[in-house]
Each structure stands twice: as C-alpha cells, then as structure tokens.
C-alpha cells in the first residue's frame, strides 16, 4: 500500500511538474510567435510614433477633418491632415477631372505624409503639379525607380517634393516630402476619363474610399521591384501579392466622423437636352445654365466613405447613338469612335445554366451582405422552369449548394432560399477556389452558361485571378456585380472583361431590383459578338484589339491611331444566328485634345495584360516608352516633382506618417482584414511544441 501511494505520489509529481514545465515553455513559445505576428508588419512602425504626434485620448476630443491612427495603447495619434477638392468638367463623352489634395501639418517636426487613395480604373492621370505658396511646380513623368530616386533625393535633402505612383489602375499613392511645422503643401493631380453609357443612361463616378484588401499567399521578401522602397501599409509582401505593403493602407476607425473629407464641384455639359440628373449617394445642388449644361456641387464637403457617382439622361430619346472625336498629334491622326448598336429581340426560350458565386468573406460584413443576399434572393425568383442553377460560396474556404446544378423546381428554389438567408460574412477572401469550382464543373444544360459573381473584390491578388479566368473560362460568361459603397472597379471591370460578360454595381439595398433587373435583361438578350473591323488595309493600332462581346444598351468603344485615318470604316458582328454590320464615318466630329491620352491609356492596359501573361521586358519597355511619350502615370512611370530650394535643415529629422483612409461606409471593420500569411500556422506549431514537451517530461519521469 505504502508502495503504491509512492508511486501515486511520483506520478502526480511528475505529472504536476510537466503541467508547469509544459506551461512555462507553451507561453515563452506563445508570447515568441504573438511578438513575430505583431511586429512582422511594416505598418507599426510607420504610424505609431508617439514622440512626433499629437494624443487623442478619445473620439469626442477631434476637431473637424482630423486623420488618426490607433495605437495598441487605445489612444488616437492625429496624423497630418489632408483635405480634398475635385473640380470636374464633362463635355459630351469625356471628363477632365482636377483633384487637389492638400496636406497640413498641425505638428512641431517636419513631417512626410503618404496617401493610398482611388482613382477610376479608367483614368489617364498625365498631370501632377505642386503648389508651395503662390507658386506651382510642374511634374514630370519619369520611369518609376528613377522617379523613386529623384524624390528620395530631394526628400534628403531637405526640398519639398511630391510623387505620384499607380499601385492599381484604381489605386495611386502619393508621397510628399518635407512638410514645414504649421504649413502645408498641395498637390495637384489632373486626368481625363470617358463618361459611361449604358441603355441611354450617363454616369460618371468619382472613387472616394478603399475596402481593405485580403493578401493570400505566403510572406516573402522585397522584390527588386520594390526593394529599399517598401510600402507602409499593414500588411507583409506575399508570393502572390508582392505589392501588399503598398495597397494596404491603414483604415480609421469605423465610428470616427473626424474623417477626410471631400468637395466636389461639376460642370457638367451634356452635348443635348437633359431630362434629369441626380446623385444617389450624396446630396447635390444643381443650376440650370441652359437646356444641356448644369452646374452641380455638393451641399457640403462629405465624408469620403463612399463612391460619388452623378447620373443623367437625355429628355425625348436625344441620347446619341454614335460619337466622334479626333485629334491631330506629332504627325497622327487619332480617333474615338463610340457606337451603340441597336436592341434585338430577346431569347426567353432558351435555357440557362446560371451559376452565382458570393462573396461571405469578413470584408462582406455589414450593409454588403445584406444587398448580396437581397440580390441573390432576387436572382432566384428570375429563374424560369428551363434553367438550371447553383449557388457557390466562399471566404476562407468555399461549398455550393448543390454538388452539380440542378433544375430550377419550386423544391431546389425553396431550399436555395434557405441556404441563402444562412449566409453570413467571415473570413479571409479565397476568390481563387470558388472561381475555379464554378468554371471548371462540367455543364448539366445546352443552354447558355453564365456566372454572376457577387463580390466587393477587395482581394490584393487580381493577375492570379484574372489568369484563372482567361484559362478556365471555355463556355462559360462571367457577370461581375459590385457589391457596397467602394468596391474593387479595377477587379470588376478587367474580370467581366476576360469572363466576356459585363459588370455592374450595387451600392444601396434600395437599387437591388433595379440592378438585378437591369443585369437579367443582359441575360436574357442576344449578345453581338464576333466583333470585328474592316480600315481598308490602312497602317493603324486599334484598341481594344479583341472587341469584347456587347450586351443590352453596351457602346462599343473604339479608338484608333494611324498617319492618315480612313473616311470610313465597316464594324460587323453576330447577334446570335444573325450577321449584323454598320458603316461609320470617320469624318467630321468634335475635336479634343484627351484622344491621344485615352488612346494611350487603352493602349498601355492592353500591354499589361499581355506583360501579365508573359513578363517579356520587350512588352515593359513598349508600355514604358508608350506612357512617356503621352506623359502617363502606369506600373512602371511616375509622376515626381520636386522644389529647387531646400527648406529643412538637414540637422533638423524628417517624420513620416502614413494617412489613414476612412473605411467605407455600412462595412463593419473591427480588425485589419485577415491575410493568408502563416500567422496561423505558427500558432498551431507553438501548441505542437507544447504537447512535445510533455511528452519529454513524461518520459523522463
């Protein structure tokens, strides 16, 4: 007995000691892996400097237009401030837009400020000028590490300077150096952008926040490409994102009103008779100048948490049916032809394969996943007893309602309706998977295939995404619908684009019907495809140079460079079974100096793609030299401007600060989005390290 009680006691001796051993170690381990996680990121040590910023200790004690960041203490450091005005101008079919953004410096120390902020995915930005007092410094276009370096330059030296960067084609940054204690600087930034045109409707929109974006893909470190000019955002580089610190800017808290603010003015002449314009989102005054000329601007500067976007139409059918503008260049001739074919009869009878992908990641969170539930609800009640369906679900992982798509019968739409009032928003943003699952899966139905996908498209890796498109599309189209006030135009616009189908947005629950029908009539009608161009043998570069398919109430956009442009020029396509074609002049119309530039712009996003797929340096240095030459902000050129004096006392250090955007508007943001780095993976290795502890002190037991 006494025996036995000894060797209880030993065990639970050992036992207790490898509980305490195995704990000790556990927490050494733990607290290690917390410490890798916490302090990997760039952005900590970008935005947290308490020594150089202003305290807040809580959100009533901002004054208005206040930027902050959060520090791990709870405490609110105010940044340097940034104000925002946006001056645009619309002469029939192009948009010159003016946005200058003024950075102040409210504190004691010399400061740098860096901005991540959205442009559309179409603009053509070709202008950056500084103002320093009365005075404006005109910027040049430069290669983008050359830029890189001047501006570094001038920054060490104490001169004021600026740079503008495209990280995204909907996504810029700029940096400005050696901001004086109590004073400011303002930077300039000119583009040009096309109106867009859908079924007699005009619209022109103005990006003012960004979602925060998901990175997948494992840690690495700098590529050449960003090397000693890493970004200052709260994410790490990955393998499929290697840009992540650059498009991950730091977001301010969700219930903060000291947020940058906006002020947008427009003069707005239409080229005909106006009927009505309005603005969904934001609150606009408007003076009649006459018939088609309206001058508008907002009620008062708005919190910049959620796209602007201006819409007109024409009153009594005057909307033009065709549009051309030229202009005469360094010997050139360059055109932009926009052309909307006519309406045909819609094909109800045909069956359909519909697939709809939604997005139920964390970024979804809020307003976003009510209106896609509402519109997928609504996609539902759209399907008609031929077709077949599936719903295809994904965050962190990804599931379909059904293994395969089946019959729209009342039983699979009830369950559908089910399935789709589960959903809820969590989670990473695993788009590759889902993507892959929809156009892949062996089609049941010989009717048409088309994927609608639902999403904010706040993903960081979209090449990888595109690729999957290109490669695994066969049959299939693919329908993107932008989901919440700032959602990923750039993903949107170039994944309809390869997926050979059309985009749309939905911002407020109020416009779902509206949206969802618009987008069914697209379903439902004959598509012009086959698109092509007869010039004559002229010598020209055309773009796009694959038409894209055309879908109910869709211009087709054209535009055209050669030393001497054909009178006229034959388009011819397929609805459905039917040839169709039309004769164009290129004679007469209105002449405009933005034909160059959106030529080039065009000219430049068809390089990418093509760079994309191959990284030939033959295709780089094409896009360089084609961005040069029209003085083009792209991935590889910058915009850098830079002031002759030096006004920092070299004695004196230089702070730099990284502005935070607002989060949009009805998201729910309570963290940074989650990544895919393998933050998680070190954890489940901590909790491994410690069972393997206790089996050692077990055995030396």
């Known amino acids: 007995m006494k025996a036995s009680q000894q060797i209880g006691n030993h065990l639970f001796s050992s036992l207790m000691s490898c509980v305490v051993y195995s704990w000790g170690i556990g927490l050494v381990v733990s607290l290690a892996l917390m410490g890798l996680v916490l302090f990997s990121s760039p952005a900590h040590a970008e935005i947290t400097d308490e020594q ?9 004690d901002f004054q208005s237009g206040q930027l902050v960041f959060r520090t791990e203490l709870g405490e609110y450091l105010v940044s340097p401030k940034l104000n925002t005005d946006v001056d645009i101008e619309i002469n029939g079919l192009l948009a010159r837009v003016t946005v200058s953004q003024t950075f102040s410096n ?8 860096i901005y991540v902020f959205p442009l559309p995915e179409t603009a053509a930005v070709d202008h950056l000028r500084m103002k320093v007092g009365e005075r404006f410094i005109e910027g040049d276009i430069k290669p983008k590490q050359q830029a890189r370096k001047i501006y570094q330059q001038a920054k060490n030296e104490g001169k004021r300077a600026s740079l503008v960067e495209q990280q995204r084609p909907n996504m810029f940054t700029t940096s400005v150096a050696n901001i004086a204690p109590n004073d400011s600087i303002t930077i300039v930034i000119e583009y040009q952008q096309m109106v867009s045109q859908d079924a007699g409707t005009f619209s022109l929109r103005f990006p003012m926040a960004i979602t925060p974006r998901y990175i997948s893909g494992v840690s690495i470190e700098n590529t050449q490409e960003i090397n000693h000019f890493s970004g200052s955002g709260w994410a790490l580089n990955t393998d ?8 991950t800017p730091p977001v301010l808290a969700a219930e903060s009103e000291s947020s940058h603010h906006v002020n947008i003015s427009i003069m707005l002449a239409a080229g005909f008779d106006l009927d009505y314009v309005k603005s969904a989102y934001h609150e606009i005054e408007e003076v009649i100048v006459d018939a088609n000329t309206r001058k508008i601007r907002l009620v008062d500067d708005i919190v910049a948490n959620r796209d602007f976007e201006l819409v007109w139409q024409a009153s009594d059918q005057q909307a033009p049916q065709a549009a051309l503008f030229r202009q005469h260049k360094d010997g050139n001739d360059y055109a932009l032809l926009i052309l909307t074919p006519p309406n045909q009869l819609n094909i109800d009878s045909i069956s359909r394969e519909l697939i709809f992908i939604v997005d139920t990641s964390g970024s979804m969170d809020g307003t976003s996943m009510k209106q896609a539930k509402l519109a997928l609800q609504y996609g539902l009640t759209q399907l008609r007893p031929q077709d077949s369906f599936n719903i295809i679900r994904f965050s962190d992982d990804v599931d379909s309602l059904f293994r395969q798509a089946k019959v729209a019968s009342r039983t699979s739409l009830d369950i559908a309706h089910d399935y789709v009032n589960w959903l809820h928003a969590d989670g990473g943003t695993e788009m590759a998977p889902a993507l892959k699952m929809a156009l892949q899966a062996k089609q049941t139905t010989e009717g048409l295939r088309q994927v609608v996908f639902l999403t904010d498209g706040s993903v960081g890796n979209e090449d990888e995404l595109f690729s999957i498109i290109e490669r695994d599309l066969g049959n299939s189209r693919l329908f993107t619908v932008g989901i919440g006030n700032a959602p990923n135009s750039h993903f949107m616009n170039r994944a309809a684009l390869f997926g050979r189908g059309s985009h749309s947005y939905i911002r407020s629950e109020g416009e779902v019907r509206q949206k969802m029908q618009t987008l069914f009539a697209k379903l439902s009608q004959p598509v012009l495809t086959d698109i092509k161009l007869e010039l004559n043998d002229v010598d020209s570069e055309v773009f796009p140079k694959a038409v894209p398919d055309l879908y109910l109430g869709e211009p087709l956009l054209l535009t055209l460079k050669a030393t001497m442009l054909p009178d006229e020029i034959v388009i011819k396509g397929m609805y459905g079974n039917q040839a169709w074609q039309q004769k164009v002049t290129l004679q007469g119309g209105g002449q405009s100096e933005a034909v160059s530039v959106l030529w080039a712009r065009r000219k ?4 990418m793609d093509e760079y994309r797929r191959t990284h030939h340096d033959s295709v780089k240095a094409e896009l360089v030299e084609t961005a040069l030459e029209h003085h083009l902000v792209s991935k590889f050129t910058s915009l850098v401007a830079v002031d002759k004096t030096p006004v920092r006392p070299l004695a004196k250090k230089l702070n730099t600060q990284t502005i935070a955007v607002n989060p949009p508007a009805g998201s729910v943001i309570s963290q940074l989005p989650q990544t895919a780095t393998p933050a998680t993976l070190q954890l489940i290795l901590g909790l ?12 030396r037991a």
């Open 52 to 60: 150089v910023l202003e305290t807040v200790q809580s959100f009533s």
């Open 106 to 113: 409210p504190s004691s120390q010399w400061q740098e400020g």
């Open 240 to 247: 499929k994102v290697p840009d992540a610190s650059h498009i």
């Open 604 to 607: 430049i996003s068809e390089l």
């Open 688 to 699: 491994l390290l410690l069972l393997v502890s206790l089996l050692l002190q077990w055995r």
